[in-house]
T-cell receptor, first 116, second 111 residues
Framework: GAVVSQHPSRVICKSGTSVKIECRSLDFQATTMFWYRQFPKQSLMLMATSNEGSKATYEQGVEKDKFLINHASLTLSTLTVTSAHPEDSSFYIC????????????FGEGSWLTVV | LAKTTQPISMDSYEGQEVNITCSHNNIATNDYITWYQQFPSQGPRFIIQGYKTKVTNEVASLFIPADRKSSTLSLPRVSLSDTAVYYCLVGSGGGYQKVTFGIGTKLQVIP
């Protein structure tokens, strides 16, 4: 299957700072990428959908100025958590879909963010 | 968006076949059914995908009745390493429609 990679897998940042998480599709062009967050023992919650070259569409309740998403190329999307606070600590997961992947969406390994 | 309903949890002994059923009553004509497996602190891993009837791969089978309002993931002879959360997703991957997750089914395999 197609491979989606996230970096970093774990990051710790200080409250008030910004942190960027990268999501790459390694062997296919991802026209659409999705960002999720997941709290312990809960399901994945969709944050936003991004299409290459256009602005991301955010889900209700997700602050677009806080969670900046950029999908500048067909293989890379980034999520920047700005002015992070401890309540932003979570597991962030991206997924990607493209013409090669057909009807299947593939997920990255996830990134643990801890804000201290 | 098609909403899915799955059992919250299931227990099974090692070596048994496990069947997890997902209901998706308002599935759309162009929606596919995809099952994912998730271990703690990992992203979901693709297991199998189907549109209708039966699909089988090296790890699982997927049974979809004619009305497509439900689907059953079948895991043959589970082992302890199959303990995970299993999610049933319905959507049009080809159209890159956003896909939302239900609560999933926590499968616990017992020695």
């Amino acid at each position: 299957g197609a491979v989606v990679s996230q970096h970093p897998s774990r990051v710790i940042c200080k409250s008030g700072t910004s942190v960027k998480i990268e999501c790459r599709s390694l062997d296919f062009q991802a026209t659409t990428m999705f960002w999720y967050r997941q709290f312990p023992k809960q399901s994945l919650m969709l944050m936003a959908t991004s299409n290459e070259g256009s602005k991301a569409t955010y889900e209700q309740g997700v602050e677009k100025d806080k969670f900046l998403i950029n999908h500048a190329s067909l293989t890379l999307s980034t999520l920047t958590v700005t002015s992070a606070h401890p309540e932003d600590s979570s597991f962030y997961i991206c997924s990607a879909a493209g013409t090669v992947s057909g009807n299947t969406i593939y997920f990255g390994e996830g990134s643990w963010l801890t804000v201290v | 968006l098609a909403k899915t309903t799955q059992p919250i949890s299931m227990d099974s002994y090692e070596g048994q076949e496990v069947n997890i059923t997902c209901s998706h009553n308002n599935i759309a004509t162009n929606d596919y059914i995809t099952w994912y497996q998730q271990f703690p602190s990992q992203g979901p891993r693709f297991i199998i995908q189907g549109y209708k009837t039966k699909v089988t791969n090296e790890v699982a089978s997927l049974f979809i009745p004619a009305d497509r309002k439900s689907s059953t993931l079948s895991l043959p002879r589970v082992s302890l390493s199959d303990t995970a959360v299993y999610y049933c997703l319905v959507g049009s991957g080809g159209g890159y429609q956003k896909v939302t997750f239900g609560i999933g089914t926590k499968l616990q395999v017992i020695p």
